[in-house]
Every structure is written in structure tokens, then in C-alpha cells.
């Protein structure tokens, strides 16, 4: 059994910076493809695919963070980062870190971005 825990979100104003941090146990974290989404506020909302990485470092980013978002991950401490910089008010969300080919969720890390 895999648990994700993520941590480091927080009440951030405009322009600000964070790094979110997704922690996992289980060996299977070094050898797949990981990935942040996030849900802004409302129900009907849907999770929005954030960035991935493989596990030898290659990224994808959503066009609405490219250039702002850096994904990056140490496999020996089984730690995924999500470096947010120019944070915007639309950028108000619960950021999750998961694991999708086993469809792996953390609880999520809530980010409030004042304006």
C-alpha cells in the first residue's frame, strides 16, 4: 500500500513563491510517473493535470503554468516538489500529488493566493 502525504501549502499573496512537497511510502515511488493536479473551489470544478515527471526527470506542464511551475523529484528520499513562482489569485486551489498508473492520491495541501 502506497500513501502520498503532501505538504507546504499555504496563504500566499499575489506574486508570492511556495514549494509543495509530496512525500510517499512504498517502493514503487522511484519507478513510475508522478503528477500534481489541483482543484479550485466549487464542487464542479475538475482536477486540472498541473505537471508530471517521469522517473528519469522529464516534465510536462500545463500551459497555464509554464514558466511559473518547476517539477522536479529526489527518488532516494521518495519526495516529489512543486516550486510555484508568480503566484496568481487563480492559482487559489487544493494541489494533489499522485501516482496515476495506479491511481494513487494524497489528501491534498490547500494554497490560498491573496490579491
Known amino acids: 500500500q502506497v500513501q502520498l502525504v503532501e505538504s507546504g501549502g499555504g496563504l500566499v499573496q499575489a506574486g508570492g513563491s511556495l514549494t509543495l512537497s509530496c512525500t510517499a511510502s512504498g517502493s514503487i515511488f522511484s519507478y513510475n510517473s508522478l503528477a500534481w493536479y489541483r482543484q479550485a473551489p466549487g464542487t464542479e470544478r475538475e482536477r486540472e493535470l498541473v505537471?508530471?515527471?517521469?522517473?528519469?526527470?522529464?516534465?510536462y506542464y500545463a500551459d497555464s503554468v509554464k514558466g511559473r511551475f518547476t517539477v522536479y523529484r529526489d527518488n532516494t528520499k521518495n519526495i516529489m516538489y512543486l516550486r510555484i513562482d508568480g503566484l496568481k489569485p487563480e492559482g487559489t486551489a487544493m494541489y494533489y500529488c499522485?501516482?496515476?498508473?495506479?491511481?494513487?492520491w494524497g489528501q491534498g495541501t490547500q494554497v490560498t493566493v491573496s490579491s
Open positions: 505537471a508530471t515527471i517521469s522517473p528519469h526527470g522529464s516534465t
Open positions: 499522485a501516482i496515476p498508473d495506479y491511481d494513487y
